[in-house]
């Protein structure tokens, strides 16, 4: 199902196909044949050590939605077989839509497939794609990912993600996302959101609720000109009733909230000014992919490759946030008998590094029961802990030319 063609992997190789695919999770951190040998010391592989022209050839016939399955089994893991243990808030899932760019190797065909950023010292240009995310910001996992050319962040909602939005989850989007198709189309669905309201050419709506004295309103949104046509073929309301709320930052900035929860008396203005600032999670997702998954330090420089690294990150981190779940919740319950003074948890950049050293006994090793395996994972990450300090917060490091050129020579020596 998952293989490049009927053919692929039928016949007896020395690579096969699980073992091609759990190469492929396990070191994407490594040049190809440093990553072959650790696997065959890892599995205690018998025969000639194959080379890495062997495993570019195999890893070709792999299609990269196997990941995106095995990342959507994983959920109903937990969705649907352990739903007691699902976080939620006032008894609804949490979710968050962002974006990011990817930047991804240069050459012919990934400059036809994505999209080109250039600018007047760079005519040739770099080659970018747009990440876009919906993540669950309180059981940590994604629900859905997509990479793709450069686009609009409403476009990702209105076609990749909206077949995951049902009644009983609310999204939380940045200002990019404040759309009048957005807010229609969980009008649709059922789902509940909460939108940063842009602060200029936005709602009339909006704009007169910024001029004016009240800081939470009920208001009808009507559909724009330009968007009727298009609203009316896909079915969606052409009105939709919302609620506007002012929040004053620390720093006295007042920003706008539009959302669909308007009963007041079960979402207060304090409850919404502490459910959006829960959409942080999903920028602390951002920065462990860039940053500990090192999501643009690809293996391959092909398209199919590229995105081979970029979902199987996508999985790994979902894995990493769902066993780290589950030594959190062991974890809440001896804080709470010992009253400690901060709230421990795993910490995810460890828990993500435990996890891939261990992917091959978890997959592979036939001496060892996956309960086995993963219990001595567990145990691993009894001591990688961190206390969580609320309210703690740090200045943003603007990227600059060198950071960015540091990062290409380290990339540069991976590949020789």
Same mark, same amino acid.
């Given at each position: &199902?998952?293989?490049?063609?009927?053919?692929?992997?039928?016949?007896?190789?020395?690579?096969?196909?699980?073992?091609?695919?759990?190469?492929?999770?396990?070191?994407?951190?490594?040049? #190809?044949?440093?990553?072959?040998?650790?696997?065959?010391?890892?599995?205690?592989?018998?025969?000639?050590?194959?080379?890495?022209?062997?495993?570019?050839?195999?890893?070709?016939?792999?299609?990269?939605?196997?990941?995106?399955?095995?990342?959507?089994?994983?959920?109903?893991?937990?969705?649907?077989?352990?739903? $007691?243990?699902?976080?939620?808030?006032?008894?609804?899932?949490?979710?968050?839509?962002?974006?990011?760019?990817?930047?991804?190797?240069?050459?012919?065909?990934?400059?036809?497939?994505?999209?080109?950023?250039?600018?007047?010292?760079?005519?040739?240009?770099?080659?970018?794609? &747009?990440?876009?995310? #919906?993540?669950?910001?309180?059981?940590?996992?994604?629900?859905?990912?997509?990479?793709?050319?450069?686009?609009? $962040?409403?476009?990702?909602?209105?076609?990749?993600?909206?077949?995951?939005?049902?009644?009983?989850?609310?999204?939380?989007?940045?200002?990019?996302?404040?759309?009048?198709?957005?807010?229609?189309?969980?009008?649709?669905?059922?789902?509940?959101?909460?939108?940063?309201?842009? &602060?200029?050419?936005?709602?009339?709506?909006?704009?007169?609720?910024?001029?004016?004295?009240?800081?939470?309103?009920?208001?009808?949104?009507?559909?724009?000109?330009?968007?009727?046509?298009?609203?009316?073929?896909?079915?969606?309301?052409?009105?939709?009733?919302?609620?506007?709320?002012?929040?004053?930052?620390?720093?006295?900035?007042?920003?706008?909230?539009?959302?669909?929860?308007?009963?007041?008396?079960?979402?207060?203005?304090?409850?919404?000014?502490?459910?959006?600032?829960?959409?942080? $999670?999903?920028?602390?997702?951002?920065?462990? *992919?860039?940053?500990?998954?090192?999501?643009?330090?690809?293996?391959?420089?092909?398209?199919?490759?590229?995105?081979?690294?970029?979902?199987?990150?996508?999985?790994?981190?979902?894995?990493?946030?769902?066993?780290?779940?589950?030594?959190?919740?062991?974890?809440?319950?001896?804080?709470?008998?010992?009253?400690?003074?901060?709230?421990?948890?795993?910490?995810?950049?460890?828990?993500?590094?435990?996890?891939?050293?261990?992917?091959?006994?978890?997959?592979?090793?036939?001496?060892?029961?996956?309960?086995?395996?993963? $219990?001595?994972?567990?145990?691993?990450?009894?001591?990688? *802990?961190?206390?969580?300090?609320?309210?703690?917060?740090?200045?943003?490091?603007?990227?600059?030319?060198?950071?960015? &050129?540091?990062?290409?020579?380290?990339?540069?020596?991976?590949?020789?």
């Amino acid at each position: &199902m998952f293989r490049s063609q009927e053919r692929a992997f039928t016949r007896r190789r020395k690579l096969p196909f699980r073992e091609v695919v759990v190469m492929l999770l396990c070191g994407w951190k490594l040049s #190809l044949q440093t990553r072959i040998n650790r696997f065959v010391r890892q599995t205690g592989w018998t025969g000639p050590v194959p080379t890495a022209s062997a495993f570019c050839q195999a890893r070709k016939k792999v299609r990269p939605e196997l990941f995106l399955e095995m990342n959507r089994q994983a959920l109903a893991g937990l969705y649907e077989d352990c739903p $007691e243990s699902v976080l939620r808030w006032k008894g609804q899932l949490l979710w968050a839509v962002d974006g990011t760019l990817i930047n991804l190797p240069a050459n012919g065909e990934t400059r036809k497939w994505y999209s080109v950023q250039r600018n007047q010292y760079d005519p040739q240009g770099a080659v970018q794609g &747009m990440a876009s995310f #919906l993540y669950d910001v309180l059981n940590e996992v994604t629900v859905n990912a997509v990479l793709d050319k450069k686009r609009s $962040e409403k476009s990702f909602v209105l076609q990749e993600h909206r077949d995951h939005f049902s009644p009983g989850v609310i999204v939380l989007y940045d200002r990019l996302y404040a759309d009048y198709a957005v807010m229609a189309l969980h009008a649709k669905t059922g789902a509940d959101f909460v939108i940063r309201a842009r &602060m200029s050419q936005t709602f009339k709506q909006v704009e007169k609720f910024i001029r004016s004295p009240l800081v939470d309103t009920v208001v009808t949104v009507g559909v724009t000109t330009k968007q009727r046509q298009w609203v009316s073929e896909l079915g969606l309301p052409d009105r939709v009733q919302v609620r506007l709320t002012k929040v004053v930052l620390a720093d006295g900035t007042v920003e706008v909230l539009i959302t669909s929860l308007v009963d007041r008396d079960v979402y207060t203005l304090q409850d919404l000014e502490e459910l959006y600032k829960k959409r942080w $999670e999903i920028e602390t997702h951002f920065d462990r *992919l860039k940053n500990v998954f090192e999501v643009e330090r690809f293996s391959s420089r092909t398209v199919v490759g590229i995105e081979q690294d970029f979902y199987g990150i996508v999985l790994l981190s979902t894995l990493a946030g769902l066993v780290a779940k589950e030594e959190d919740e062991e974890r809440k319950n001896r804080n709470q008998r010992r009253r400690t003074k901060y709230v421990y948890k795993v910490n995810r950049s460890a828990c993500c590094v435990a996890l891939v050293d261990r992917l091959v006994e978890l997959l592979l090793d036939k001496s060892k029961s996956l309960e086995e395996a993963g $219990e001595e994972l567990r145990q691993e990450l009894k001591n990688a *802990l961190s206390p969580v300090r609320p309210g703690r917060s740090f200045p943003r490091q603007p990227a600059t030319a060198s950071r960015r &050129m540091r990062f290409l020579r380290y990339q540069k020596r991976l590949w020789a």
